[in-house]
Every structure is written in structure tokens, then in C-alpha cells.
């Protein structure tokens, strides 16, 4: 089995460009985690971990087009790869292979 | 949207110009949809602090600007090492005079900082360093001084609070057992000399926090007659085994043997005390009484405080003391007691202080003194400034050779900064290449410094600090000698400078010669100290002293004789090259053993205060063996019939105010004396103290037999003497030295001194010179063509010399006339140590201003010269 690098928080933020599909940008992406996990992140943090998931080739980018919103700056979409797609599915699968094998009271005991 | 929803734009200029510009855009649109939120959930002011908080966060390795992206520096840092490279080979002589120049001064530097730095970090290795003080008596204007009666520590421990651990310590050469010894293993037959014993408390183990190899520190002194010698001892005598519990003999003395009570580690060389042998204290009394009476002075005391212990309050409450000292005194005098009263208090010395001390404190350890520093850290500063400007004039002086270069990157279009960036790359390899030959210079005059200077230092090569320090150091030096040159020869105009009429104004001239100025102004002065130090220790070596100390023989030990000693010294006087032969415990050489003695004019005890005189028992030969001569009265005749007779010198009368000193009867201690003669004033102290008042008294034995010699075949008699002696004493091997050595020897620290003026003399002249050198060889190549006309025209070589050489005379003239001044008045400083000083004399200036002008001329003509051969046509051709 190959190693696989990627943290927990990468882990979640794949998962979430995956989610938000079109409308996965760095503002979205924070929010849903506050919103959804309820875990406080800074957006500086999210773009750091996009930044690397982008370097390891899990997710690609592009720009979008210009809002009035944002004082005309652009927003950078994310998207995630093939290779992304992939370890999320390995994890998945190794995660379940593991909770398959869980005894029915292992907390209990 | 209205503008106060924006953040302030100032947070956005920086976030631009901080984070990389293909990522701003985003951040900045991510940001501001928070701001927005930020802005109505929580208020402008907290968005705002909120907007610049998420802004730095920003701010991380992957998002952050790269620097020094717009500058070449990078790419083309191998270029510019490698025309560095170039331009120190084509000019090979410049370079060497550069680099050698440059790493002279940094070795000099070094050396200067390694004994500085080993000058004022002694007695740093305790762990309780900050809570060990000594203390130290002060008479009011008048005096500091370390020892203190028997009972003072007692008195100390059980009326002070504050006090942790207190304990005395007897270091004077010559009380009882301390000083020097004969030394025998109770189961030896050879009794071996030794120095270095002192007498202790128990404590004193635990206060000074000294390792212990055998035994502890709590036990190794508690039994009395109990000693403790140094791991070095121990090796020698009791090799590979644990001596605890041997016993051992000083000078024969069987009947009162002492007994190991420990080892300890050697002291570390940057302690103040440095003693092989720690006889105890401990239930010990030197004669009946002594313990508890304030008569006498020879205690230490050392101390250990409680944690959170004011030392200065202490020292002030311990005033408190003066009372028993004077409680003493008001027995024999009471004027004496009231000026202790009101003069006498005490202070608390940091050990770490006690071999640099601020005030002069009289005691017997070996000290440093903070003139000399400062004087060495003038010295070393000096020195590697000088190399600076040295570097700086060097650099620009050579400028023209450059200057075509400069020309032609302008044109190609060079920067101002790529220059700075190029010039200050050469500095650097210059400046590391210096620095690795000045490490090399430095280690390999280590060993001649550390014997000139009586350490032992080296190089911190494995600290972790010393190869970053000395990048730190190669990095600061760069820019500093490297920033002038560098705007210098980037400033060219490239048209100018290609056409070949480089013009490179007077001003330059002026600030060059100003420095050449100073420097050799800091040359003569150095120059002069050493010239005076060597004339003053000439001074001292040969003032007449007031006694005969060449061809005197001394021998020591000969106590253990006993009174065999007598006839021993019969002996050795009946050998036909000895003249004459004394036995005494005193001799005139600092350093030895002494003994001060309060005496009154007879039943003026409770009037006068007493004069402190020396007082020493000597035989009846031992003033005209050491050629002393009686101003007045006579010499002791025969023991039995002077047993109460003194011989004063020539100061204690003038204290005692005696007129007519023979006849006058003297109280002291016990006893009353009778002066029967008057010696002439002799030196028995350095010549930096005065003559003190010295009495002699009648004794028939001492620690040393003083033998005046006749023979030149000093070889010859020498075995003779120890012939005798092994019959005397066939298991302790002779020990002498002659008295004009142990003279010397008390003027070592002088001689030192000297040696290391003069080591720094030399190199402040060489390194004037470099500068010198780099002068004329500017002013040279500036007036080549004029040169060249002028000898067109017929002007002589001499004629030629003259016109480059005057204006360098000219400037040694006014460093001579900045010099004098400043030498004279701090060799006044130096020398005002001395009660007995060489008066400052015209000629030492002359000599220095006559030297000096001669190396300059030399330094000079070498350039000079150079142009002045050169054909005329060659020097015209240049355009």
C-alpha cells in the first residue's frame, strides 16, 4: 500500500472542494467549516492548506471573473484532481476496512 | 458601497508589497468579504484590527515576496569573486600589503581581546558566585586592606545576620607554616621545598566550593593538625593512591607531624587563590591567647550570604566591628582607638572582583589593574582602526587602476548598486582572507604571548560561538572599511574616466594625509611609552638600592638546621671565596616574608600612635654582608650583650621624630629596645612603594643564609657551597638563587609591560607605514606627469625627491607636535605608580621623532623613487 501524505485539515478541505463543486473559493470553504464543523479557522489558514494541496497536486485552480463584492479582485476557484478524487476514496476505504473489523462493543469493554 | 466599509488602505500597500503578486489579488477579495461580515456583526474599529490581524496571518513562507528577487546580486555574486580574484593577482604586491596589513591588525586585535577578555572574567567558576564576598577593612582616605585579628570572624558569624557560611584564611608567606616549607612524607628521608601552603578554617573548602578528589569538603579540615594538598601534590608524593590519613612533616618539625585530610582539585588559573596546601585552623592557636586576642592582623575572611543578603547594607552594619578593634587599642593608645572609631569601617568584595578591584586593596594575591586594560583596550582598538583606514586608503588609492573599469560597466550600464554589491565582495574576500591569516598569525605567536604575558590562552575553536563570531566579526569589518571604497569608485564618471583625465580632487588628499597624521601621531606616542617603560625598568634595575645585590648568594631552608645552622654558616664562611655569610628570615626583595610591628618612643603608648615598622631579626653580619651602611651607631656585637639592642633605618627615625636616634629606648609589644646604630635608607619594597620605617633586632637563625661572594667562578663555589650543606643536611637537597634574579623577578610585571609595548610599538609603526605607503603611492601616481615634464625640463632626481617627499616630512612634524603632549601625559599616569620614577627626558622624543622619519622616508621612497626613474616618456605616453 502507498503512503499517503495529507493531513487531517487537508483531508477536510478536499473533501470540501469536492463538496462545494463551483463554488469552491477560499471565503466558501472557511465558512462551511465554521458553519459546518464548527471549528474556528482563519482564512489565511485555509488558503495555506490549498496552497499545498496544489503544490502535491490534489487539487488546480483558476481565476475567476471579477465581482463588485469583492471591490473588483477575482476570486480563485479550486477543483479537485484525478489524484485528489483518489486519495479521498483510499482513505474512505481504509477507514472503512478498519471500522469493519471494529468488535460490536469496542468502547464497552 | 460607501467608502467606510473599506479597511484602511495602508493594510492593502502593505499586504502588496509583502506577499507575492499572482497571490494578492485573492487574499485581498477573500479578506474583504470577511471585512464585510467583520464590519456589521462587530463594528469598524474591531474589523479594522481584525482585517490587519488576518493580514499578517497571511503573511507565510509560501505567500511571502522573495526579496531580493529584483536585485543580480545572486546571480552574479561568482562573477564579482571572481574579478575580486583577478584584480588581487594582477596586483600582487597591493594585495599582499592589503591582506597582511589588514590580518596583522586583526591579530593584534585578537590577541589584545583574548587577554582582555581573560583579565576580567576571573574567579567567575562558582556556582554561588553572586552571594561570595571577602571582607576588606577601609581607613577613612588612608588605607583598604584584607586581614583581620583571630576573634573578627567569630564576632562576625554570631552578631550579624545573613551570613550562610564565614571562614578565615591565613595567606601570609612567612606566619608560621605558611608561605614556604620544607616538605617530608613521614615515611620519606628526603624533605623536599614547597610553596603554596596557607593556613584555613574548615570552611573555606565549601565557601571557595572546591572539588574535592579525596575526602570531602566538610571533613578533609575538621580534625585538627589535619591538611589538605592539591590534586597536583598528591600525584607528586603520594602517586595513583589515596593519601587520607598519611602523615607528613614541615622543616623537620616530627614532633608535631600533620595528617591528610583530603585532596583537592588544583585551583583553576583565573582564581585569585592558587594554593597547594590548606594547613586547618581548626582548634589551632599559635601561641597561648592568640585566638581570642585583637593584636594581631593576619586573617581573611571570606563569607558566603544568604540568599537575598544586601552586601552593602552588611558591610555598613559591620562598623559595628571597629568597636573591639578599638576596645583593643585603648589599652596602649588611645588616640589610636578614637581614629578607629570614627575612620575604621569595613565593605564586602565579590570575589569576582578581587583580581581587578576597583580601589587598591593591600593583599597578597597577584592583581590585575584596570589602567592597563583601558590602556589595552585603547591599544587594540587603535590597532584595528588604523587597519581600517589602512584597507580604505589602500582601496581608493589604487583607484585609477579601476577606474577604466568602472568606466566601461557604467557604459554597459552598471548600477550604482551593483557596484556597491561588486566593491563590497572584494572587501569581503579581502577581509576573510585576512582574518584566516591573522587565526593563523595569532596561533602561531600564541605561545611566545602567553610567555610574555603569563597565561595561558588560546583560541575558543570549539565554542560554539567562535567560527560565527568571526563571520559576524569579517561581515561588520567589510562594511566598514569596504562602504567608503565602494561609493568611491562607484561615483566615476564613465566619459571622464575613459577619455583618462580621472580627477580625483584634493579633499582626498586632505583626509588621507589627516589620517597618515594620526597614525603616526599613535605611532610616536607608543613608541615613546615603550622607549620610557624600558628606561624606567633600567632605572629600577640599577638605582643603587642601598645594598649590594650582586654576588649574593642565597640559600634557603636552612631552618631545618636548627641550631646546626650556625655552625653551618661558620663553614661556609671559611670557604676563601665567600667574603661573608648572615643568617636572617628577611631579606630586601618584595614579596617575601615581612612582619609589621606598632613601636612607641618609650612610655608614649598611651600618647602617640604608634609607627608600623618592619621588624626584622637579623645576625650580626647581615648588614655588611649586604653592604649596608650605618649613618650613625654601631652593628649587633655579640648576641648575649645586645640582646636589647635595635637598629633603626634612617625613615623611622624621621617618623619617631628622634634627632639623635643612638641611645633612644623604644617600647614594642612587650619589651623596650635601645637604638645602638641607624642603617642609610634601603629599598626593601618595589620601587613602586616608599621607603617604610624598618627596624632590626638582634637573632642568631632564620629561613635563609645570605652569602656575599668574592669569586667570579661563581660555578666552582656553588658546588663547594653544596658540598657543605649535603654533609650538613644530606636528605634536603640545596636550594638558592641569587640575589640579583630575585630582584629581576619582582620587576617581571614591568618587564612585561615593556615587552608588550614594544611587541605593539612595532606593529603600530608597520602599520603607519602600510598607510604611509598607500599614501605616496597615491601622490605619486597623481603627479606622474608632472613628473615627467618637470624632468623633461631637467629637474634632478634630487630635486624630484625632494617635491614628493617634503609634504610627508611636513605631516610627521605635526604628529610629533600632537604626540608629545598626549605621551607625557600618559606616561605621567604610568609612571606616578612608581614612588621612584626615571624623569621624562627630551631625548626619548628625539629618538622616536628621529626614527620614525626615517622609516616614513624609507616608506616613502619606495613609490617615490619608482616614478621618479621611470622615463619621462612613459609617464607622458599615459593618455
Given at each position: 500500500m502507498r503512503k499517503v501524505y495529507i493531513g487531517e485539515l487537508e483531508e477536510v478541505i478536499l473533501l470540501l472542494v469536492a463538496m462545494l463543486q463551483e463554488e469552491a473559493y477560499g471565503v466558501a470553504i472557511t465558512k462551511e467549516i465554521q458553519s459546518q464543523l464548527s471549528r474556528n479557522i482563519s482564512v489565511s489558514a485555509v488558503h495555506a492548506t490549498l496552497h499545498r494541496l496544489e503544490k502535491k497536486g490534489y487539487v488546480e485552480s483558476f481565476m475567476g471573473g471579477a465581482t463588485s463584492e469583492r471591490g473588483g479582485r477575482r476570486k480563485r476557484f479550486f477543483k479537485v484532481t484525478p489524484a485528489g478524487g483518489a486519495i479521498l476514496k483510499e482513505i474512505q476505504t481504509a477507514r472503512d476496512l478498519l471500522w469493519s473489523r471494529l468488535p460490536p462493543n469496542a468502547w464497552t469493554t | 458601497m460607501s467608502n467606510d466599509r473599506l479597511p484602511p488602505s495602508w493594510i492593502n500597500r502593505l499586504l502588496r508589497a509583502l506577499c507575492k503578486d499572482d497571490l494578492v489579488e485573492e487574499i485581498e477579495g477573500d479578506l474583504l468579504e470577511f471585512y464585510k461580515d467583520w464590519n456589521t456583526k462587530y463594528g469598524r474599529a474591531s474589523a479594522n484590527r481584525r482585517y490587519l490581524w488576518h493580514s499578517l496571518k497571511f503573511l507565510r513562507p509560501?505567500?511571502?515576496?522573495?526579496?531580493?528577487?529584483?536585485t543580480t546580486y545572486p546571480t552574479m555574486f561568482f562573477y564579482y569573486l571572481k574579478v575580486a580574484w583577478r584584480s588581487l593577482l594582477k596586483h600582487r604586491m597591493y594585495a599582499t600589503i592589503k591582506v597582511g596589513g589588514f590580518a596583522i591588525g586583526v591579530a593584534a586585535f585578537l590577541l589584545i581581546s583574548l587577554f582582555l577578555w581573560d583579565e576580567v572574567t576571573y574567579d567567575q567558576h562558582y556556582e554561588q558566585g553572586d552571594r561570595l564576598f571577602r571582607v576588606v577593612n577601609q581607613l577613612?582616605?588612608?588605607?583598604m586592606w584584607t586581614s583581620?585579628?583571630?576573634?573578627?570572624?567569630?564576632?562576625?558569624?554570631?552578631?550579624?545576620?545573613?551570613?550562610?557560611?564565614?571562614?578565615?584564611?591565613?595567606?601570609?608567606?612567612?606566619?608560621?607554616?605558611?608561605?614556604?616549607?620544607?616538605?617530608?612524607?613521614?615515611?620519606?628521608t628526603k624533605s623536599l621545598f614547597e610553596t603554596g601552603f596557607a593556613y584555613a578554617d574548615p570552611e573555606l573548602l565549601d565557601i571557595l566550593e572546591v572539588p574535592m578528589i579525596y575526602g570531602t569538603r566538610d571533613a578533609a579540615l575538621?580534625?585538627?593538625?589535619?591538611?589538605?594538598?592539591?590534586?597536583?601534590?598528591?600525584e607528586k608524593y603520594y602517586p595513583n593512591q589515596d593519601p587520607v590519613g598519611q602523615q607528613l612533616f614541615l622543616n623537620e618539625n616530627t614532633e608535631t607531624p600533620y595528617v591528610i585530610g583530603g585532596v583537592m582539585e588544583n585551583f583553576p588559573k583565573k582564581s585569585h587563590v592558587d594554593f597547594d596546601f590548606f594547613i586547618t585552623l581548626s582548634q589551632h592557636e599559635f601561641w597561648p591567647g592568640e585566638q581570642s586576642s585583637w593584636c594581631c592582623w593576619n586573617y581573611n575572611v571570606y563569607l558566603r550570604l544568604n540568599d537575598g543578603t544586601d552586601p552593602l547594607a552588611l558591610g555598613q552594619q559591620l562598623k559595628g566591628l571597629s568597636e573591639y578593634v578599638a576596645e583593643y587599642q585603648e589599652r596602649n593608645s588611645p588616640s589610636e582607638a578614637e581614629i578607629t572609631r570614627e575612620k575604621h569601617s569595613f565593605v564586602l568584595q565579590p570575589l569576582d572582583e578581587i583580581h581587578l578591584p576597583q580601589d587598591f586593596i593591600h593583599d597578597t594575591f597577584d592583581h590585575g589593574s584596570w589602567p592597563i586594560v583601558w590602556l589595552f583596550v585603547a591599544i587594540g582598538t587603535m590597532v584595528l582602526l588604523l587597519a581600517c583606514i589602512n584597507f580604505v586608503n589602500l582601496s581608493t588609492a589604487k583607484a585609477a587602476n579601476r577606474a577604466k573599469e568602472v568606466g566601461i560597466r557604467k557604459v554597459v550600464g552598471s548600477g550604482k548598486r551593483q557596484f556597491v554589491h561588486q566593491f563590497l565582495t572584494e572587501s569581503f574576500v579581502v577581509c576573510l582572507l585576512a582574518v584566516v591569516v591573522a587565526l593563523i598569525l595569532v596561533a602561531l605567536v600564541m605561545p611566545y604571548f602567553n610567555s610574555v604575558t603569563q597565561k595561558s590562552l588560546s583560541l575558543p575553536w570549539l565554542s560554539w560561538w567562535f567560527l560565527p563570531g568571526v563571520l559576524v566579526f569579517v561581515a561588520f569589518v567589510t562594511v566598514f572599511s569596504g562602504l567608503y571604497p565602494a561609493f568611491y569608485l562607484s561615483r566615476f564618471r564613465p566619459i571622464q574616466v575613459i577619455r583618462g583625465n580621472?580627477?580625483?580632487?584634493?579633499?582626498?588628499?586632505?583626509?588621507?594625509?589627516?589620517?597618515?597624521?594620526?597614525?603616526?601621531?599613535?605611532?610616536?606616542?607608543?613608541?615613546?611609552?615603550?622607549?620610557?617603560?624600558?628606561?624606567?625598568?633600567?632605572?629600577?634595575?640599577?638605582?643603587?638600592?642601598?645594598?649590594?645585590?650582586?654576588?649574593?648568594?642565597?640559600?634557603?631552608?636552612?631552618?631545618?638546621?636548627?641550631?646546626?645552622?650556625?655552625?653551618?654558616?661558620?663553614?661556609?664562611?671559611?670557604?676563601?671565596?665567600?667574603?661573608?655569610?648572615?643568617?636572617?628570615?628577611?631579606?630586601?626583595?618584595?614579596?617575601?616574608?615581612?612582619?609589621t610591628n606598632p613601636f612607641w618612643l618609650e612610655g608614649r603608648r598611651q600618647v602617640d600612635a604608634g609607627v608600623g615598622a618592619q621588624f626584622w631579626y637579623t645576625d650580626r653580619d647581615y648588614l655588611e654582608t649586604l653592604g649596608m651602611d650605618l649613618v650613625a651607631g654601631r652593628e649587633f656585637r655579640d648576641m648575649a650583650q645586645d640582646?636589647?639592642?635595635?637598629?633603626?633605618?634612617?625613615?623611622?627615625?624621621?617618623?619617631?621624630?628622634?634627632?639623635?636616634?643612638?641611645?633612644?629606648?623604644?617600647?614594642?609589644?612587650?619589651?623596650?629596645?635601645?637604638?645602638?646604630?641607624?642603617?642609610?635608607?634601603?629599598?626593601?619594597?618595589?620601587?613602586?612603594?616608599?621607603?617604610?620605617?624598618?627596624?632590626?633586632?638582634?637573632?642568631?637563625?632564620?629561613?635563609?643564609?645570605?652569602?656575599?661572594?668574592?669569586?667570579?667562578?661563581l660555578r666552582a663555589l656553588v658546588d663547594n657551597i653544596s658540598e657543605v650543606w649535603d654533609n650538613f643536611m644530606p636528605n634536603q637537597p640545596i636550594r638558592f638563587t641569587f640575589m640579583d634574579d630575585a630582584f629581576k623577578r619582582t620587576y617581571e610585571n614591568v618587564g612585561r609591560t615593556a615587552a608588550m609595548f614594544t611587541a605593539f610599538a612595532i606593529l603600530a609603526i608597520f602599520i603607519a607605514c602600510l598607510g604611509l605607503f598607500g599614501l605616496s603611492a597615491f601622490l605619486a601616481e597623481q603627479r606622474r606627469k608632472e613628473i615627467s615634464i618637470r624632468k623633461v625640463?631637467?629637474?634632478?632626481?634630487?630635486?624630484?625627491?625632494?617635491?614628493?617627499?617634503?609634504?610627508?616630512?611636513?605631516?610627521?612634524?605635526?604628529?610629533?607636535?600632537?604626540?608629545?603632549?598626549?605621551?607625557?601625559?600618559?606616561?605621567?599616569?604610568?609612571?606616578?605608580?612608581?614612588?621612584?620614577?626615571?624623569p621624562i627626558g627630551w631625548e626619548v622624543f628625539v629618538i622616536a621623532g628621529i626614527g620614525i622619519t626615517f622609516i616614513a622616508l624609507l616608506t616613502v621612497s619606495f613609490e617615490s623613487l619608482k616614478v621618479i626613474f621611470t622615463n619621462p616618456a612613459e609617464g607622458l605616453n599615459a593618455e
Open positions: - | 509560501y505567500s511571502i515576496k522573495r526579496m531580493t528577487t529584483k577613612e582616605g588612608e588605607d583581620f585579628p583571630a576573634p573578627a570572624s567569630t564576632v562576625i558569624r554570631e552578631n550579624y545576620s545573613g551570613i550562610e557560611t564565614i571562614a578565615r584564611l591565613i595567606p601570609y608567606n612567612g606566619w608560621f607554616d605558611a608561605g614556604d616549607n620544607q616538605f617530608r612524607k613521614s615515611n620519606d575538621s580534625q585538627p593538625r589535619s591538611i589538605v594538598i592539591s590534586r597536583r601534590k598528591a580621472l580627477s580625483l580632487g584634493s579633499k582626498n588628499t586632505n583626509f588621507r594625509s589627516v589620517m597618515v597624521i594620526f597614525q603616526f601621531a599613535a605611532s610616536i606616542i607608543i613608541i615613546v611609552g615603550a622607549l620610557l617603560v624600558y628606561q624606567q625598568l633600567n632605572f629600577i634595575l640599577n638605582k643603587d638600592l642601598g645594598f649590594e645585590k650582586e654576588r649574593v648568594l642565597l640559600i634557603h631552608g636552612v631552618n631545618t638546621m636548627n641550631e646546626k645552622s650556625v655552625l653551618f654558616k661558620e663553614e661556609i664562611k671559611n670557604l676563601s671565596a665567600v667574603t661573608n655569610a648572615a643568617l636572617t628570615s628577611y631579606i630586601p626583595i618584595s614579596g617575601t616574608r615581612r612582619d640582646s636589647a639592642s635595635i637598629i633603626i633605618n634612617e625613615e623611622m627615625a624621621r617618623q619617631l621624630n628622634l634627632d639623635d636616634p643612638l641611645g633612644a629606648r623604644l617600647d614594642h609589644f612587650r619589651r623596650t629596645w635601645t637604638v645602638i646604630g641607624v642603617v642609610q635608607d634601603f629599598h626593601f619594597e618595589s620601587m613602586t612603594e616608599e621607603i617604610g620605617p624598618l627596624a632590626l633586632g638582634p637573632g642568631l637563625f632564620g629561613d635563609v643564609m645570605v652569602v656575599k661572594l668574592q669569586s667570579q667562578d625640463l631637467g629637474a634632478t632626481h634630487r630635486n624630484l625627491f625632494g617635491l614628493l617627499t617634503f609634504n610627508f616630512l611636513k605631516m610627521i612634524g605635526i604628529a610629533l607636535v600632537l604626540a608629545i603632549p598626549v605621551a607625557i601625559a600618559v606616561m605621567q599616569a604610568w609612571l606616578q605608580d612608581f614612588e621612584y620614577a626615571v
